[in-house]
């Protein structure tokens, strides 16, 4: 029995409807380089999102994630966002795979979910951090994730820019970041 030549744009069809809301690139995911050195146990603690791309699983504001240390290695990653005046949470495992590259961790927020990709490719665990994940869809697309979050609710726009510009070296379009309301948020 022949495949349909149909079948591959069938299938990145379904695939481009499941990640609706994440910014979908042409081919393969960007190469980047993650956090020479990273240090999970500096990265613990609150963080406040300041910017981020497109996602149907974030809508309110003052989001923010939490992350503490299991005693098996893994993190419990705790986001929490206000919508319309309630408070909504999501509780998430996350791990680093490989200890020789412990900025490329792996995180999911459902037991029957695969792990998605969280890269730290920039920190200095007291300021700021920026983040993305992507994921190559069939070879001929890749869906991205990317964050810019900060220890305080407030970043300044040089430190910003400067994200936005690491970002932009490795081929990431900095475009589709959209700001975080942190208005009005408590600590």
């Known amino acids: 029995m022949a495949l349909s030549p149909l079948l591959p744009l069938a299938v990145a069809l379904l695939s481009v409807t499941y990640v609706e ?6 081919g393969k995911c960007p190469e980047v380089k993650v956090q020479e050195n990273f240090d999970i146990k500096q ?21 923010r994630a939490n992350y503490t240390l299991k005693p098996d290695g893994h993190v419990i990653v705790d986001n929490q966002e206000n919508v319309n005046g309630e408070i909504k949470r999501a509780i998430g495992d996350g791990y680093i795979p490989n200890t020789n590259e412990a900025a490329k ?3 999911r927020f459902y037991s029957f979910a695969p792990y ?3 890269w730290v490719l920039k920190t200095d665990y007291k300021t700021y951090t920026l983040i993305w994940s992507c994921i190559d869809l069939l070879n001929l697309s890749n869906a ?3 964050w810019i979050l900060a220890r305080e609710h407030e ?4 430190t910003v820019d400067e994200l936005h510009k690491v970002a932009t070296g490795y081929g990431i379009d900095v475009s589709h970041f959209l700001i975080t309301d942190q208005t009005g948020c408590s600590s």
């Open 21 to 26: 809301g994440q910014v979908i690139g042409p």
């Open 43 to 63: 990265y613990l603690g609150i963080w406040h999102e300041i910017q981020k791309f497109v996602s149907i699983f974030e809508e309110g504001k003052c989001l």
């Open 105 to 107: 961790l792996a995180v």
């Open 116 to 118: 998605s990709p969280y």
């Open 144 to 146: 991205q994730f990317a």
């Open 155 to 158: 970043l300044d726009q040089a």
